[in-house]
């Protein structure tokens, strides 16, 4: 573990709870010091759900170190289970607690409760939340689900989905819809919106449909083994993997490979014309593997973009995340240090970013444009309106969300470079208002005498004084540079500059601008 501003994924309790908060009728005993109860928040505030998670905390302070906190511990379950009458119980430690080494487990089981119990040991400081949400599925599956007679339809279990989940709840709904299109039913979603008896039956399904890998893996290759449901490997997100998760799971079920595509637009829209000045932008991708291979095959072969570059937080799958990238002729960034992403993103200078939230915020701080494609995620990212990812209907989402920010950018490249225009600078006011514009080069109202009597020929022509060995722009250099999209202004300043390191100049004008630009156009 280390100290950091951000953080990708958060200890593996919080992953837990993100099981437990998608369930109902499971209950969540987590033995914790006062302080470890922030984890509320994230669901209450960030997913804004209507209830509190339901979880329950030992909340054990200093002075009850000296003490027995397992006493503390069990009296926690005892109340929970009195309180809420949950099917199950799940148990487990925080980061903090597990230091002190507390058999959860032992404790809870010598109490004898009437419902089962699932014991959770997490290794918070060696694995991360989606760990702690792949891992507390898994178990519940192994307390909970055994072989049973398959449903007389075709059915599935949807495996994956959880709290806090990236357009979780849309996605469910896309699948379903798509499944029961080729005559699939769906036997149990889990572990969001499934109930300890539910889980009970998943059994029953004929196959196991995995939307996530990072949450619901192990559950499903344990499935594949102990009640003989094999598993689909295709991600839906996109036009082209859509039709392949359709073939597979037509192949698993043994039906025709058939789909509703009457309201899928994507493919036009990218082929319009008014599409054309997207093609060859150059996009940079972070974040969970699932997302960031899925969105690569979009940006290249749905939307015609360049990948530039590709990586993921989750170290568990470096494997396939490098084995993508290798596709693309790229070196995968894996790595869980927010810095190192915004490092190979200035490297890159690419024009769209697709990340987290935390992609997000240094793509503002480098005046790039953005679109989320993967949690972590903030309140904007779970929107009351349907939005998913996944299927055809996430298809026409993904577009809109990725090209909308372009879009705007090319508008407000479009009003910088007309900022001093005489008639379209910010002082002329709009023009359906009948206001007079006023020419540019007069002075503000809100100027001062001294600042409006300073005749323009006066202005030195350097932007910054020049220290030794300093390179400086003139203001026309500096003028024509602002006329350059400002999503690639950054990386025409650098070269420029190393231009004139190479040549020896201290001072950018115009002629060393275009100069720049055509040696690294050659």
């Known amino acids: ?47 804004r759900r209507g209830k509190r998670p339901p979880v329950s905390y030992t909340t054990f302070q200093a002075r009850d170190l000296g003490s027995d906190t397992a006493e503390v511990f069990q009296s926690a379950c005892r109340d929970a289970y009195e309180r809420f009458q949950p099917q199950a119980i799940m148990v487990g430690s925080s980061c903090t607690a597990e230091l002190i080494q507390d058999d959860t487990g ?24 989606n760990f702690g949400a792949d891992e507390s599925f898994l178990q519940i599956c192994r307390k909970l689900a055994k072989p049973m007679e398959r449903t007389a339809q075709v059915s599935c279990n949807i495996l994956g989905p959880t709290a806090l989940g990236f357009r979780h709840r849309d996605d469910v709904t896309e699948i379903t819809q798509l499944l029961q299109g080729m005559g699939i039913a769906v036997n149990v979603v889990a572990p969001m919106g499934s109930s300890p008896a539910d889980i009970a039956r998943l059994g029953a399904a004929h196959f196991n449909v995995l939307l996530y890998a990072e ?107 490098r084995a993508a990238a290798k596709d693309y002729g790229l070196e995968a960034l894996v790595t869980d240090d927010y810095l ?86 910010d002082e002329a006011g709009a023009s359906h208002h009948g206001g007079k514009a006023v020419p540019a080069s007069a002075p503000r109202a809100e100027a001062t005498a001294d600042e409006g009597s300073i005749p323009e020929e006066a202005v030195p022509p350097v932007v910054a004084e020049a220290t030794t060995g300093e390179i400086v722009w003139l203001s026309d250099a500096e003028k024509e540079l602002k006329k350059i999209p400002f999503f690639v202004r950054g990386k025409a300043r650098r070269n420029t500059e190393k231009f004139a390191a190479e040549k020896g100049l201290t001072r950018i004008s115009i002629e060393t601008l275009y100069e720049a630009k055509a040696h690294y156009a050659r």
Request: aromatic share 10%.
């Open 215 to 321: 949450t619901a893996e192990s559950a499903a290759r344990w499935a594949e083994k102990a009640l003989k449901q094999p598993y689909t490997r295709v991600v839906p997100i996109g036009v082209g993997a859509t039709r392949d998760f359709i073939a597979e799971v037509a192949k698993l079920a043994g039906v025709e490979p058939k789909a509703d595509e009457s309201r899928l637009r994507q493919p036009w829209w990218s082929a319009s014309v008014d599409s054309t000045y997207l093609t060859g932008k150059r996009v940079f991708l972070f974040g969970d593997a699932t997302h960031v291979i899925a969105a690569a095959r979009i940006a290249r072969d749905e939307v015609g973009f360049e990948v530039v570059g590709m990586g993921c937080y989750n170290r568990e799958y470096a494997r396939p995340m």
């Open 106 to 129: 032992g404790l809870a089981d010598a109490l004898n409760l009437p419902v089962p119990v699932v014991h959770l040991e997490l290794p918070s400081y060696q694995r991360k939340e």
């Open 1 to 47: 573990m280390k100290l950091t501003l951000w953080t990708y994924e958060g200890p593996p309790h919080v992953g837990a709870m993100r099981v437990a908060t998608g369930m109902t009728g499971l209950h969540y005993v987590l033995h914790a010091p006062q302080g470890d109860t922030y984890a509320d928040l994230l669901f209450t505030m960030i997913e």
């Open 340 to 425: 190192e992403v915004e490092e190979a993103i200035q490297n890159l200078a690419p024009e769209l970013i697709l990340g987290t939230q935390m992609e997000r915020h240094i793509a503002k701080r480098l005046g790039i444009p953005c679109a989320v494609i993967s949690a972590p995620v903030h309140v904007q990212d779970f929107p009351a309106r349907y939005s998913p990812q996944m299927g055809f209907e996430g298809a026409n989402v993904i577009f809109d969300t990725w090209i909308h920010p372009l879009v705007m950018g090319l508008e407000e490249h479009l009003l910088t470079m007309f900022r001093e225009d005489f008639e379209f600078h």
